[in-house]
């Protein structure tokens, strides 16, 4: 049997990564990390997705293959949260009519979703 053990990222920055995906999801790093490597996981190390950020010089996928989806019960208020701690708003040419998801850029330009769980 297998199990999805962590999720990796690339990034051109590691430190500044680090630094913006702990303060968006309340994570911590797991050890410490260095200018290549860092795995982070849940504060308190309780249960939860593992991220890891691993350093990368590919360019960054206008339509990316894999992405997160983070859930939000006040989407507008974690969109905001997540633009103070410096996302962007990407510009996201595969909206559907009526969605329930914003698509974001992390500081490296990588893309994720927050999806608007209480249209669900």
């Known amino acids: 049997m297998l199990t999805i053990g962590t999720t990796v990222i690339g990034v051109r920055d590691v ?17 410490d990390g260095d200018d290549t490597w860092v795995v982070l996981i849940p504060h308190g190390g309780g249960g939860g997705a593992r991220i890891a950020l691993m350093l990368s010089e590919t360019p960054v996928q206008e339509h990316p293959r894999i992405h997160l989806d983070l859930y939000a019960d006040n989407q507008t208020a974690e969109v905001a949260r997540l633009l103070d ?24 330009g990588n893309r994720f979703c927050v999806v608007d769980v209480a249209r669900s």
Do not use: H, N, Q
């Not at 430190?15 to 994570?27: E, I, K, P, V």
């Not at 410096?86 to 009526?98: H, K, M, N, V």
């Open 15 to 31: 430190a500044r990564s680090t630094a913006f995906w702990c303060d968006a999801l309340g994570y911590v790093p797991r050890e």
């Open 85 to 108: 701690l410096g996302a962007s708003r990407a510009d996201w040419d595969l909206y559907p009519e009526d969605p329930d998801f914003v698509v974001l850029e992390d500081p490296d």
